[in-house]
């Protein structure tokens, strides 16, 4: 087992990523001094895989386990099924010291997260995460929303978990599709922060592919560093976490120019690459850290390049980006494999052409 701690003065929690954790969640929670009634909160697939696990661990631990279902999916992260979880945990007589356990992907961590926030002004939050992204990225930083109408993310908090459970046995359940697409946000990591994480993906990416405990917990552990280190830094996303939107502005606008046909690990590839292309036009980015960037992201089973979706759409897309500042599009360059910057420099034109494919 690996710890990554989040240093936030008074809020600060461990991170616990490796095999078999579920099983140890009971001694875990009461060493973080939680006790009694506990509520978990998780979709029908994912309990179906690991809610049993989970409820003995903590009952074995004398926890008083209660579970509520959310059915599976993005739209579910809404205010109204947060008012029916509200309603639910009354029910359950959760109380302000009952700590409420987020056992699923990145939906069902948001979702909880803003419940636990808001309910009683505030219960323990206890992350679970059961996809590589929520692994990685969601779990951890305490960003908790929900969508409101079409604007994702719009109702929220920054509220940190007590504790982060990241259960790497979890991993080999999900369908290898979006094993894939989450790689992607493994990737950004490596390219923002850690050239030798780069290096080590390229290596062992057979490895990774198959789904081999090692190599999955060395990816899962250096990425959680690299979220924790950058979270500490700037807790409520005023500057430096900007950082890790690298791709995510190209790659928001390609998502909705498809209308979500495109996946968000996919668009975001595509606009890695594109971010570093424009970095190499600028005479920034070296022309062999570009092509390694493109190999590594095709190896990994994703695209470098725009599917067929509306150009118009796209650059219209970058302009309506909630990062837009003063008119400004910020975007997040690729200075080196392994080192960013962060400008609003550059011209949606030049943009425009590296997406059109030019190099
Ligand atoms: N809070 C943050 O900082 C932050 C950061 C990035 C993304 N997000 C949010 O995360 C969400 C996406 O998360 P996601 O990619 O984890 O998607 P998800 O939560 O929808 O999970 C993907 C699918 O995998 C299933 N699943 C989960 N764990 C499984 C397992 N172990 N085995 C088999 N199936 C499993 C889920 O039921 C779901 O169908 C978005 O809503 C996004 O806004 C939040
Ligand atoms: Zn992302």
Redesign the pocket.
């Known amino acids: 087992m690996k710890k990554v701690l989040v240093a936030l003065g008074s809020n600060s929690y461990n991170v616990y990523i490796g095999q078999g954790l579920l099983r140890q969640a009971g001694s875990r929670l009461k060493e973080a001094g939680l006790s009694g009634r506990a509520v978990i909160i998780t979709?029908p697939?994912?309990k179906g895989?690991y809610g049993d696990i989970l409820t003995r661990a903590l009952s074995r631990e004398g926890f008083n386990v209660s579970a509520l279902l959310v059915p599976?999916g993005?739209e579910q992260?809404s205010l109204e099924t947060a008012g029916r979880l509200y309603t639910e945990l009354t029910a359950v007589y959760a109380e302000r010291t009952t700590p409420i356990l987020a056992l699923?992907?990145?939906?069902?961590?948001?979702l909880a997260g803003f419940v636990a926030a808001t309910y009683l002004r505030g219960v323990p939050l206890v992350q679970v995460p059961?996809?590589l992204?929520?692994q990685v990225?969601?779990s951890i930083?305490g960003?908790?929303a929900v969508d409101h109408g079409k604007l994702?993310?719009m109702v929220g908090a920054f509220y940190q978990p007590r504790l982060v459970i990241a259960d790497i046995d979890?991993?080999k359940?999900?369908?290898a599709a979006?094993l894939t697409e989450?790689l992607a946000e493994v990737i950004k990591y490596a390219v923002i922060r850690d050239r030798e994480l780069f290096a080590y993906i390229e290596r062992e990416m057979g490895r990774i592919k198959s789904l081999d405990e090692e190599a999955l917990e060395e990816i899962v552990f250096r990425s959680a560093g690299i979220k924790a280190g950058v979270v500490e830094q700037d807790e409520t996303d005023l500057g430096l976490r900007a950082i890790l939107n690298y791709g995510h502005t190209v790659g928001h606008a390609i998502e909705s120019a498809s209308d979500f046909r495109v996946g968000h690990g996919a668009a975001v590839a595509i606009g890695m690459v594109a971010a570093a292309r424009v970095s190499h036009r600028q005479g920034i980015l070296g022309r062999d850290d570009l092509l390694r960037l493109k190999s590594l992201i095709e190896r990994a089973g994703l695209p470098t390049n725009v599917p067929p979706v509306d150009m118009g759409k796209v650059i219209e897309a970058i302009r309506h980006d909630k990062k837009v500042r003063g008119g400004r599009v910020t975007f997040i360059l690729p200075r080196s494999i392994g080192e960013v910057f962060i400008t609003d420099e550059v011209e949606l034109a030049l943009v425009e052409q590296v997406l059109a494919g030019q190099e």
């Open positions: 979709n697939v994912v895989l599976d993005e992260k699923g992907g990145g939906v069902i961590g948001d059961t996809t992204l929520a990225d969601s930083g960003k908790v994702k993310n979890t991993l359940t999900l369908p979006i989450e």
